[in-house]
């Protein structure tokens, strides 16, 4: 399998159409015939990705990077930029809105549902100009 | 067990037709906090929840669950029963309450 790569816009705000990109990401690696507990990793992880950038950032875009070793969520936004890393990662740590939390979202984990469905995570974020976020899930062998 | 077994069992209505009635329903979930229901809901749960809004249904699908039954009766968006079947998940609404619905689950031999 050669390297593969897609990127998605995610625009702010856009509930309507909020899970979009995680799917298409989903059917992407279904039509590789990738084994269900990788995608199901990269489903969670791509789709709290995904909304935050609807709920928390000014927009921006998800891509994903396939090559026979692993699958590379990248997650990158306009900002606003997230203040304190430390305490956004902080399990039921949220910012979100009374309004979005009626919602069922805002639960303060999407940073660590990421997290868990990763190998390796990175974040990395400036007051006013954006944050990254990267995802890689390595794959053995019947991946 | 399959959705369409359970809908007649619990005499749940169907917002989405005879979409998705030959899925196997393997267990259930309950749960309104979105992010948390991807964390820990299984492939081939029924997912009862209160949330109408369309993003459930990409939850569901994401992480495969069975169907959606939404207790008490509560109002749907249309746009959550079109995108619903369009991702072949299938919608189930109730008059009783997530307790009594759990309680029918069970007494039906779900999750024994």
């Known amino acids: ?116 469905c990763s190998d390796i995570f990175e974040i990395q974020s400036i007051v006013g100009k954006g944050t990254k976020i990267v995802m890689k899930m390595n794959l053995k062998d019947g991946d | 067990m399959t959705v369409g077994q359970i809908c007649e069992k619990l005499r749940l209505k169907s917002l989405t037709g005879d979409v998705g009635m030959d899925r196997e329903v393997k267990g259930a979930y309950v749960c309104d906090l979105l992010s948390w229901v991807m964390a820990h809901a299984h492939e081939g749960d029924a997912w009862i929840t209160i949330q109408t809004h369309t993003n459930i249904v990409a939850v569901a699908t994401l992480i495969e669950l069975s169907c959606i039954i939404i207790p008490e009766n509560a109002e749907i968006e249309d746009d959550t029963i079109k995108k619903a079947i369009e991702e072949g998940i299938p919608i189930l609404t109730s008059e009783q309450n997530a307790f009594m619905i759990c309680k029918n689950l069970i007494s039906i031999g779900l999750g024994s």
Request: proline letters at 3%; zero cysteines.
């Open chain 1, 1 to 116: 399998m050669g390297n593969i790569s897609y990127e998605f816009p995610v625009e702010k705000d856009d509930f309507e159409r909020a899970g979009e990109a995680s799917s298409k990401i989903k059917k992407i690696l279904r039509q590789l015939g990738m084994d269900s507990g990788i995608i199901r990793r990269v489903a969670i992880g791509a789709y709290e990705a995904e909304m935050n950038l609807v709920i928390h950032s000014l927009g921006g875009t998800i891509r994903i990077d396939i090559d026979p070793k692993s699958i590379i969520i990248t997650a990158e936004d306009k900002g606003p930029g997230i203040h304190d890393i430390n305490l956004a990662m902080k399990e039921g740590y949220s910012t979100a809105t009374e309004k979005i939390r009626e919602m069922g979202f805002g639960a303060g984990m999407g940073l660590p549902n990421m997290k868990r």
